[in-house]
């Protein structure tokens, strides 16, 4: 593959996740508007939204075996339209059953599309022969600061679902339709699956440590996004405007982590990174649950944001490094599927964990859970490989022939 191939095929990936970033910030970030539109009962809410990441795993383990036959860039075209759709036909239906069909469909594409779009982005990584997922992640993370950014106008002025997000849809959609010309995957053979080459049990063995690692990511990912507004405003005293900003901050921090972190990577090697990482965002937490006001509550969030953002990137490229070493050419697409389930795991268990520890015990303490959890990352770092996989496929190529 040449270097021009390369560059684009990066060029366009990171554009498909920056409009990924920003479809999901418009849909989350709405959920009171859509609750309101279809009349969704605070009882039934909770149902619909864990639909979404449930229906989204499925998809995830069904993409390994379509993957298998037409490779991750066709599935990734694909799937990326159809998220984009799904998200209008949610600000389009006015019926229960509209939202339920329209948040199902949602769900099964964004599955098929983050198993595709990390699936490609490790296999251009491996091409590349040096660390560049964390610069994938920051394309995400930006998209959630536009996406979120967005929204944020979109209540300001009254604006109804499908006006919010018609006129995003109509740039967003031919955007990622010309992008996806140019996606470009690492130049493997077709993938197989992780178990057909030594036994699914050594497979297994070999991808739990970075499946716990994942969910306990995911669990501290959940519990910003839905708990930093509530602990801040119940526990630390603030105001409403003011349990907005650790959020905010914590979103900035994981642009800024991943915005750097392949330079660290790369000179200290994925298991320091991720070492470093885990012990920031505990320390987050720590501050989190101690924290006398509001401002150090802040303080403690975007230290989290920091730490965290580095794990989830860096969790993939291993999987897949891992299965490419141990199955051959064309595993790792299989391990990236298997992998990116355990995200929505994560975000299933970690909201209603963090909510029940609130309810019957305290909020403070429940903070000390996802810190013990994000911790046991530590003990799991060697599964990211040692100092010689710095640049993410044990592969490398001369730095000389480095491109982009």
């Not at 309101?36 to 039934?44: A, F, N, V």
């Not at 979109?154 to 010309?181: E, K, M, N």
Request: charged fraction near 10%; proline fraction near 4%.
């Amino acid at each position: 593959m040449t270097d021009a191939r390369l560059r684009r095929g990066r060029g366009s990936l990171a554009v498909s996740f920056f409009v990924q970033g920003v479809t999901f910030a418009l849909l989350v970030t709405r959920i009171p508007a859509i609750q309101d539109r279809y009349g969704i009962s605070d009882g039934l809410l909770p149902a619909f939204l864990a639909a979404v990441p449930i229906l989204a795993g499925v998809a995830s383990v069904v993409t390994e075996k379509v993957v298998a036959r037409v490779g991750s860039a066709v599935v990734l075209r694909w799937a990326q339209p159809f998220v984009l759709l799904s998200l209008l036909a949610v600000g389009t239906g006015s019926e229960l059953w509209q939202a339920a069909v329209a948040l199902g469909l949602f769900g099964l594409a964004v599955g098929a599309l983050d198993a595709s779009m990390n699936m490609l982005g490790v296999s251009l990584q491996r091409a590349y022969g040096r660390s560049i997922m964390l610069g994938f992640h920051a394309s995400y993370s930006l998209g959630g600061i536009v996406g979120a950014s967005l929204a944020w106008v979109g209540a300001h002025w009254q604006l109804s679902l499908f006006v919010s997000y018609l006129p995003v849809v109509a740039v967003l959609l031919p955007l990622a339709l010309l992008g996806s010309r140019w996606y470009a995957a690492g130049g493997d053979a077709p993938a197989v699956a992780v178990g057909e080459s030594k036994g699914s049990g050594v497979a297994f063995k070999l991808l739990l440590p970075l499946c716990l690692v994942m969910t306990f990511a995911y669990i501290g990912d959940s519990t910003v996004s839905n708990w930093s507004a509530k602990y801040l405003q119940d526990v630390l005293g603030s105001s409403e405007e003011v349990a907005t900003v650790p959020y905010n901050a914590y979103m900035v921090t994981t642009l800024l982590g991943r915005a750097v972190g392949d330079f660290g990577v790369r000179r200290l090697g994925a298991a320091v990174v991720v070492r470093a990482g885990a012990v920031l965002a505990a320390l987050g937490f720590a501050v989190v649950a101690v924290a006398p006001g509001a401002w150090a509550g802040i303080a403690g969030f975007t230290v989290l944001g920091l730490g965290l953002s580095v794990i989830v990137p860096q969790t993939f490229a291993a999987a897949g490094r891992l299965a490419y070493e141990n199955h051959g050419p064309g595993a790792s697409d299989a391990a990236v599927a298997r992998l990116n389930v355990f995200n929505y795991v994560g975000f299933l268990i970690g909201s209603p964990l963090v909510g029940a520890l609130g309810d019957g015990w305290s909020y403070r303490g429940a903070m000390l859970v996802p810190m013990v959890l994000v911790l046991v990352t530590v003990v799991y770092a060697t599964s990211f490989g040692a100092r010689a996989a710095r640049y993410g496929g044990g592969h490398e190529r001369p730095r000389t022939v480095d491109v982009g």
